[in-house]
């Protein structure tokens, strides 16, 4: 991943599926319709090892990917000068552009046909490097609490089990070396 200038990490997005409270006041905007289920959700960064370097806060599946970035504090995380590296549906480049970070994601086709030949090695490249934090992910998915649906009763401590299962995850043998 030596490719990418002052890379700081690889970042996504994942869904925690989660109990609906019988309470409606207590559901909240956990619903999440692309999912078709409730959820918690839950931003990752990966350092280019594959270690979990940055875990938010568990917000409500509902929200969206921008204001998620700008609510979960990872913002002022960034130095002007880094590189963040991400799927091409995060939509966040100008709010990393007003930090003066670069984010490096795959390009887009729009109308086109098809993609030009350095386009097409980018994104052959980039696919490469992002799969490391899928598999981030799937580790730390693979533990039981977080494997099927979370009871509704440790809601108020979810983000503390997400953050502890990522530093559980973080002394499994590396993926990338």
């Known amino acids: 991943m030596r490719r990418y200038k002052n890379l700081r990490c690889i970042i996504d997005c994942t869904e925690i599926f989660c109990q609906s409270s019988a309470d409606f006041r207590k559901q909240g905007n956990k619903y999440y319709h692309l999912k078709n289920h409730a959820t918690h959700k839950v931003l990752v960064g990966i350092a280019p090892n594959g270690t979990f370097i940055y875990i938010s806060d568990v917000f409500d599946g509902s929200i969206s990917d921008i204001k998620f970035v700008q609510e979960s504090g990872f913002l002022e995380l960034l ?57 981030a992910i799937e580790r730390l998915k693979r533990f039981r609490i977080l494997k099927h649906q979370v009871n509704s009763q440790l809601d108020s401590m979810i983000s503390q089990i997400v953050f502890v299962v990522a530093c559980l995850v973080n002394f499994y043998d590396l993926f990338v070396t």
Do not use: C, W, Y
Not at 81 to 90: K, P, Q, T, V
């Open 79 to 135: 130095n002007p000068s880094d590189s963040i590296l991400a799927d091409r549906g995060f939509p966040i480049k100008d709010i990393l552009a007003s930090k003066q970070v670069k984010l490096v994601k795959p390009p887009f086709l729009g109308n086109r046909e098809k993609f030009t030949p350095e386009e097409e090695l980018l994104t052959r490249q980039i696919a490469k490097d992002r799969i490391h934090v899928e598999r």
